[in-house]
Structure formats: structure tokens, C-alpha cells
């Protein structure tokens, strides 16, 4: 995985403009957002900015307020254009698996055993 793009940059940095991206492609202001996963706007903004971590528990609940995977804030494939769509406006998503390159789980039927009687010997 080439990551030379990560290196002039922050992994927070990276995360809070993917959530601003996210934020403004779905036309929220920050006031609406904070209100909505019960922050302040300043500490949202902070975060956007990249100035403060973002805890888990609080980037999970703003990919459910986004409608986004989580992994989509992550910095594990360059950055979105910002004529790019995010992922809750455009198509499908695919799993997160898929997007970071990994095999997705596969269901395969039970195998099959023999069939057994039971009755009368003949």
C-alpha cells in the first residue's frame, strides 16, 4: 500500500477533512451536525480542522449520522476529490473489506452427511 501521500500529512488532519468533505457534500452546517450527536460546534470543528483526536465512539456516530462506513474517514486510500461524491450520495458502498483490498468473507453450505434410516433391518 503506497501511503508517500500520508506523509505530508497528518492521520488527523486527514479524518477531519473527510468528515468537513462529507459534512458540507451533504449541505449540514456545523451548528446542525453538533446539535444532532450532542457536541459543541467548536469541538466539531476542531476536529474537522484535525486540531483535537476525535474519539471512536464519537467518528462512529458521525458515520451513522452521515449514513457513510466508517472506514470512509480513514486515511487507507487517497484522499476524494472534491468534485467526488461521498459514498452515502453515489452508488452502493461496498464493505469495508473491500475497500481496504481485503477478501470478503465467504458462506459456504454445511457439508452434506450421509442419510441415515432407522427402522427395521432387512
Known sequence: MNLEWLEKD??????????RFTRRQLNLS????????????????LYERGKVRIPSDLLYRLAVHYNAP??????SHPEPSKTQRPASLS???SPCSARLGL???????????PSVSIGKPQ
Open 10 to 19: 497528518s492521520v488527523l488532519g486527514v479524518i477531519g477533512r473527510r468528515l
Open 30 to 45: 456545523l451548528q446542525d451536525v453538533a446539535a444532532a450527536i450532542e457536541i459543541s460546534y467548536t469541538s466539531l470543528s
Open 103 to 113: 477478501p470478503s468473507p465467504q458462506v459456504s453450505a454445511a457439508p452434506s452427511r
Open 91 to 93: 452508488a452502493p458502498v
Open 70 to 75: 466508517i472506514c470512509q474517514f480513514y486515511p
